[in-house]
């Protein structure tokens, strides 16, 4: 079951980050149990007891002062090392030009891979145990981009770019999460990463780069010419089908080949595409696709030709 729990870590980067959570909590747990029981100790040991005169007093004594100064002023350069190797660790410069370009968007997340051009939304494809560079931008307000176990998160700022690496040491899926409010559907903005052997991310990457598939009959047909004639063209683009190239909602050239739909909400399947296209407010109150008020036939056209979108 993939999950997104940071104390399993699944690259270099994110085990720098948990090695450097537990070593710090090691340490902070000694200071806990040593002065919490010296403190415990000194209760007990040496409570005022009836008929007792005050204790000795001791003040400016030069050992006990130097020694817990220097005990603190040690851990303190140990935790500043060791945090400095992990930021180094987990956190490298940006690489020359970035492998993957997410940005974030009110309530999904869009992956652009510049040097193959492919264009995806949510579902983000990497070739296993290879660092990619990732430069993160926003198109509306902050997100912040975490995927718990491969890296550090990381927000996303309109206007503003910030850059982070991804890996996973091996094959496997890997669930992430909008980890800053970002409005209404701030909690549907899942990020699921699919980590795969190298020559099967290529399989991937050529597929996602095919045009989309004609229409196998008529209703397909039929709702391939509701798309374009209706508003999902205002936003959503399809490779291969003309005048449908804005880009401000999911590319849907291949929407039918990712696990999920509304960032998450549910799984993609050609039932729930038609539960989606009814009304997306009823699934999804606030997303920023409006209910369209379609008849029962347009929606199954538009969602059967979607669900051929593979
Ligand atoms: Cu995007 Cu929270």
């Known amino acids: 079951m993939p999950s997104s729990n940071a104390l399993d870590p699944q690259s270099p980067l994110a085990r720098a980050i948990y090695d450097l959570g537990i070593m710090s909590g090691i340490v902070f747990a000694l200071i806990f149990v040593i002065v919490a029981g010296g403190i415990v ?7 005022a ?3 007792e005169a005050d204790p000795r007093q001791i003040a400016e004594n030069k050992t006990v ?9 040690l851990i303190v350069i140990f935790l500043f090392v060791i945090t400095l190797s992990a930021m180094n660790r987990a956190d490298p410069p940006p690489a020359p030009t970035p492998d993957l370009i997410v940005t974030g968007h009110q309530f999904w997340w869009q992956a652009d891979y510049p040097a193959s051009r492919v264009t995806t939304a949510n579902e983000i494809h990497i070739p296993a145990g290879k660092p990619l560079s990732v430069r993160l931008e926003s198109q509306d307000v902050l997100h912040e981009f975490w995927v718990p176990k491969l890296t550090r998160k990381m927000t996303t700022v309109p206007g503003h ?8 040491d091996k094959p496997g899926t890997y669930i992430g999460q909008c ?9 549907w903005m899942r990020i699921v990463v699919i980590a795969e052997e190298p020559a099967q991310f290529e399989e991937w990457q050529n597929a996602q780069l095919k045009v989309a598939r ?19 063209v205002n936003c959503h683009a399809i490779n291969g089908v003309p005048g449908a190239n804005v880009r401000v909602a999911p590319d849907l050239t291949h929407v039918a080949s990712r696990r999920q739909l509304g960032s998450g909400i549910m799984p993609n399947t050609p039932e729930n595409m038609r539960r989606w296209i009814t009304n997306p407010q ?3 109150p606030g997303a920023l696709m409006p209910d369209f008020n379609l008849t029962n036939e ?3 056209q538009l969602s059967e030709y979607l669900s051929t979108l593979r």
Request: charged content about 25%; proline content about 7%; some cysteine.
């Open 41 to 47: 100790y000194a209760i007990l040991r040496f409570r």
């Open 49 to 51: 007891r009836p008929g």
């Open 65 to 73: 002062e130097i020694t817990w100064t220097v005990i603190p002023f």
């Open 161 to 168: 770019t910030n850059y982070i690496w991804i890996q996973a």
């Open 179 to 187: 980890s800053e409010f970002c409005g209404t559907q701030h909690a």
């Open 214 to 232: 004609n229409p196998p009959n008529d209703v397909t047909a039929r709702g391939r010419e509701l798309f374009r004639t209706e508003t999902c």
């Open 282 to 284: 009823a699934i999804k």
């Open 298 to 300: 347009e929606v199954d």
